[in-house]
């Protein structure tokens, strides 16, 4: 998960993304969080209810999508 949150960093420090409020996150659960949350809100949305949705940080939003 670290290489797109060091990616959003780069482009809001070079201005290509502006007033950045969230990031909405589809993942597997597999990857390392980052230790401590961004300034914006951040919700990691699971397609399958998994256990590693509970390893998701507390500065983070855990959502499941399911059809």
Do not use: H
Request: hydrophobic share 35%; net charge neutral; aromatic share 14%.
């Amino acid at each position: 998960f670290c290489p797109v949150f060091r990616y959003v960093e780069q482009l809001r420090e070079q201005k290509k993304l502006k007033n950045l409020r969230a990031l909405i996150y589809f993942t597997d659960g597999d990857g390392e969080y980052p230790r401590s949350g961004p300034d914006y809100e951040t919700a990691f949305v699971f397609i399958k209810k998994t256990d590693k949705m509970d390893l998701v940080p507390p500065w983070a939003t855990s959502l499941l999508a399911e059809a």
